[in-house]
């Protein structure tokens, strides 16, 4: 490993439900970070934010004007969003070159995605820039639930759901952070995801129709997803948790380390033989065509 891959400072892809206090999440960290004199670099790639309590390094409004674009190509907001940082991803290249040029000054990088979590994590320009992010620097994604909200059997189903989703589409060292612990703690949510039978108690104690039964199911389906998950309980408002939480990226640093970055060279390996040989087959095909000419 080169030394300029030794200094790669890790990325935190910070995603989740649209209010799980993503941004507020990311400006504590921002704030824990500075606190230590550990700078981290910033990026906001929501364009329909209006206001952010942090002051980005790199921000996809100083590039995008999302409300021009939903005027120039007759949009509603949701298309507004993806169109932009559709344009964004086209100079992501950019944005990676910054980065890698302040590796050895900072400590983190902090990515802060679009509110409409479905616009980043299952768009091509989400997919783009997330692979963009993890070939340069060790990636870790940090789901965001909203802790209160999921004291529902159904919605916390639903977070998990979308959770194992994308942790299969990123192929990325994968964080669940139960935010808002000090409205909520976030105890209840582990015993679910340990006690497969505390969990089916709850749902049909609340619940007894169609959707308890679906529920209970489908958690008996994810308990392997489960074991494989890393967890934490912070609140963005208080700080509690956050030294857990930084514990606990070092840990999902080190799995990228030994299993996430072998497999990206060797799938990048593989897509650069399948290239070469491609280009291989055009030129002999070339080759052929001029000789029949001739």
Not at 66 to 90: D, H, R, S, W
Not at 177 to 206: G, I, L, P, Y
């Amino acid at each position: 490993m080169s030394n300029k891959e030794k200094r790669a400072p890790p990325a935190l892809i910070i995603i989740g439900m649209a209010g799980s206090g993503k941004t507020t999440l990311l400006q504590r960290l921002n704030a824990y970070l500075h606190g230590k004199e550990q700078p981290p670099y910033t990026l906001n790639l929501d364009p329909a934010v209006s206001e952010l309590p942090y002051t980005p390094n790199i921000d996809i409004r100083d590039t995008v004007d999302y409300k021009e674009v939903m005027k120039q190509y007759n949009m509603g907001p949701n298309g507004g969003i993806l169109t932009a940082l559709n344009l964004f991803t086209t100079k992501f290249d950019q944005v990676v070159e910054l980065m890698e040029k302040r590796a050895d000054q900072i400590s983190h990088v902090l990515v802060d995605t679009p509110g409409q979590i479905e616009i980043f994590t299952w768009s091509a320009s989400g997919a783009i820039i997330t692979e963009a992010i993890a070939s340069s620097h060790p990636a870790v994604v940090l789901y965001v639930i909203d802790t209160p909200r999921c004291n529902n059997p159904a919605t916390f189903m639903s977070n998990m759901l979308y959770a194992c989703s994308i942790l299969y589409k990123t192929r990325l060292p994968f964080l669940l952070v139960f935010n808002k612990t000090d409205v909520q703690s976030h105890d209840f949510a582990v015993e679910w995801m340990t006690d497969f039978e505390a969990f089916q108690r709850d749902v049909h104690e609340r619940d007894d129709t169609y959707m308890a039964s679906l529920t209970g199911s489908m958690s008996l389906m994810l308990e392997e997803f489960y074991n494989c998950l890393n967890i934490v309980g912070v609140s963005a408002v208080t700080g509690e948790g956050i030294d857990a939480l930084f514990a606990q990226v070092d840990k999902c640093v080190e799995e990228y380390e030994k299993e996430y970055r072998p497999e990206m060279e060797r799938l990048k390996k593989e897509k650069e033989e399948r290239l070469a040989e491609e280009k291989k087959r055009n030129v002999e095909r070339l080759l052929s065509d001029l000789t029949l000419d001739a």
